[in-house]
């Protein structure tokens, strides 16, 4: 059961007086675009496959066209999508408070499209991709060149112009590491943040889920906005329980006295 009346007054009382903030977002911060979250995205075409099988090196070694086609077929599902009220509160946090970095693990570029300055891409970008020999960066497909992405399932990837190799998405699979320029600056920002607000995070997927405990642990208040309990609700200071959309702007209201940015 979740909280009748979400605690928002306590909350913007923390962001008002923070000088230093991470905002940590997940899927759930996507969701209400019309993203669906990891863990929902495997409808339709994608009904019979398991994304924690479909997200690994191995299974893009075994079956390119299947693993290209389902991240070029959440490309499109991302480009088509537009950011809401929550993603442009989080652009508003960050012109509102003295040091703000924003950490994300989503692979989508809707907190871009919403004015957020330089998110940290824990988790990769679909909009980077690179050879899977020889990691040169490649050009994102023309849209017309992967209409198959939405309706066919499977599209072979494009080769490397340098050494024709398969392009794969630039997305952190399981088994591979974080970006490591990005992990280290969203550590840095952790380690030195008064205020971590968490947001639309299942926090399963480490190292990704760490980072609000070592907020907690190293000091930092910890304001989590999730409609569901997770485990951070553990280290939470505050938990607002309900959709990142509403519940963002509201906050951003309650601490400033406006939606907007300044
Ligand atoms: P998940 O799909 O695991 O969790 C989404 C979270 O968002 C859940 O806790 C939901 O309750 C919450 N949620 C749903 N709708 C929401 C809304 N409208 N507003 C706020 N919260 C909402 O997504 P992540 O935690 O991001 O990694 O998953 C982490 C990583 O697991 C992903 O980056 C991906 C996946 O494996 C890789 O691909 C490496």
Do not use: K
């Not at 399963?204 to 405990?213: G, I, Q």
Request: some cysteine.
């Amino acid at each position: 059961m979740g909280q009748q009346h979400p605690p928002i007054g306590r909350a913007a009382a923390l962001l008002g007086q923070a000088r230093r903030v991470v905002i940590f977002t997940g899927a759930g911060m996507s969701a209400e675009s019309g993203v669906p979250t990891f863990r929902d995205a495997l409808t339709g075409l994608w009904r019979q496959f398991d994304a924690q099988t479909l997200a690994t090196p191995e299974a893009f070694r075994a079956d390119p066209a299947l693993v290209w086609g389902w991240y070029e077929w959440r490309r499109h599902l991302v480009s088509r999508a537009e950011p809401h009220a929550g993603h442009r509160a989080v652009s508003a946090i960050q012109s509102r408070v003295p040091h703000a970095v924003l950490v994300t693990q989503n692979v989508d570029d809707l907190h871009e499209r919403a004015g957020a300055v330089d998110p940290l891409h824990l988790h990769g970008s679909l909009f980077a991709p690179r050879c899977s020999a020889c990691a040169r960066p490649a050009s994102v497909p023309d849209d017309g060149t992967t209409e198959a992405g939405p309706t066919g399932g499977r599209v072979p990837p494009p080769g490397c112009v340098r050494c024709s190799a398969p392009v794969r998405p630039g997305v952190v699979w399981f088994g591979e590491e974080l970006p490591r320029a990005a992990l280290a600056a969203a550590v840095e920002a952790v380690s030195s943040c008064d205020l971590l607000v968490t947001v639309g995070t299942s926090g399963l997927v480490y190292p990704a889920a760490e980072l609000p405990h070592a907020a907690a642990r190293l000091g930092a208040t910890v304001i989590q906005v999730n409609p569901e309990e997770t485990p951070v609700d553990a280290v939470a200071e505050v938990n607002l329980r309900g959709p990142a959309a509403r519940v963002l702007p509201a906050l951003v209201e309650a601490t400033w006295g406006d939606t907007g940015r300044r």
